[in-house]
């Protein structure tokens, strides 16, 4: 039986553009509105404006909103200031990744809890089941909700454009991983300094009301910039340059933090007992990621052939270990993947090759991110 996707608040102005659709996480989302290659390269050099409505929003507020979240979340939210952000991780009881998530600290007693698309409802409900015994409200605000991102090089200058003069040192002056509620033609939003490209950037949570004229606005304040609509097929080129996991790829319930080299984003340093802490302090002990003993790499292609998700990764004909996310790099000009193998294979330098469908490709483990933007 077939499903029906979700449309954002943006649906119709994704139409009107000529865009492509794919569903992603339940939603129907705007894969292209032409050539992924030229919104890829625009946003490295201009800037590109995407719709990311899909996104959950889950605020948590209350007395004791800082002390769950440390519960609740691996990373340590009690420290991050008012107006910051911080990425972290939600975990089972086994250390296996439910989703990795953005939290925005409002205020003393209150955060915005940003779940990825597909997972939001997974999130919320174990906040919500994780809030018991804490002096805290969670509300899912993901239906009421939407963002939209302007993403490259430019994007301070479009939004400067749209800005009050006494709020444009807000912006200029804003750091990465930081939010506060500006005026962008004449809507109240809040905007974070925030991305998913490897750019400079901007992620504006809108009501879906304000929503379409929002992205209007944007979309012709940029058009004299070089800024152009941008889909999810760009953005997980862009994000793969840049070195970040997509959930469902680098990142599920079977991967574990030191498994996917995010072991630092996890806090053993604050007090609280969050849930999957045991078994990630057994995990370090021993040494290794899970008992698999695998770790995430990025691979650099030697040859012109890219590998795909699911291609098997070879050490002298044998298979150990695969491919979770691959492609040509637009940017760099060579094939570039992520990839999960095993450990004694994971040094920076070793030589490793991709079964293309039955033919060997060379690839070489480097470090990540494969591209930085100068700053």
Do not use: C
């Amino acid at each position: 039986m077939s499903t029906i996707s979700r449309h954002t608040a943006l649906h119709a102005a994704h139409e009107a553009l000529g865009a492509s659709f794919t569903d992603f996480g339940g939603w129907d989302m705007p894969l292209r509105y032409g050539s992924e290659l030229a919104e890829h390269k625009a946003v490295r050099s201009a800037a590109g404006l995407f719709d990311l409505s899909h996104m959950g929003e889950v605020r948590v507020s209350g007395p004791d909103a800082a002390r769950f979240l440390n519960t609740a979340l691996a990373g340590n939210l009690g420290i991050v200031k008012v107006g910051k952000a911080k990425y972290s991780l939600i975990l089972d009881e086994n250390a296996g990744i439910i989703d990795d998530l953005i939290s925005y600290r409002l205020a003393e007693d209150e955060y915005l809890v940003v779940p990825n698309a597909g997972n939001a409802p997974t999130v919320f409900a174990a906040l919500q089941e994780r809030a018991a015994g804490f002096d805290v409200t969670v509300v899912n605000e993901s239906d009421t909700t939407s963002l939209v991102a302007v993403q490259g090089p430019v994007s301070e200058a479009i939004l400067l454009s749209q800005a009050p003069a006494e709020q444009h040192a807000t912006i200029t002056e804003m750091p990465y991983y930081a939010a506060a509620p500006v005026t962008i033609a004449g809507i109240d939003i809040l905007l974070a300094r925030t991305g998913y490209t490897g750019e400079d950037g901007f992620e504006l949570y809108v009501s879906n009301e304000q929503a379409p004229a929002l992205w209007d606005a944007l979309l012709a304040a940029g058009e004299d910039h070089g800024l152009i609509p941008a889909g999810l097929a760009s953005r997980d080129s862009l994000r793969l340059e840049a070195g970040m996991p997509l959930y469902g790829n680098e990142l599920s319930l079977d991967i574990t933090p030191l498994e996917a080299g995010l072991g630092p984003v996890v806090s053993l340093k604050k007090e609280e007992d969050f849930v999957g802490r045991a078994a990630f302090e057994a995990a370090k002990v021993e040494g290794r990621g899970a008992t698999s003993g695998r770790r995430l790499v990025g691979l650099k292609g030697l040859g012109r052939r890219a590998a795909r998700g699911g291609y098997p990764v070879l050490k002298d004909g044998v298979v150990i270990g695969e491919v979770t996310s691959g492609q040509p790099s637009p940017t760099l000009g060579y094939p570039v993947a992520l990839a999960m193998v095993d450990v004694e294979h994971s040094e920076l330098g070793t030589a490793l090759d991709a079964d293309l469908r039955g033919k060997a490709e060379p690839f070489e483990v480097v470090a990540l991110p494969f591209y930085s933007r100068q700053k």
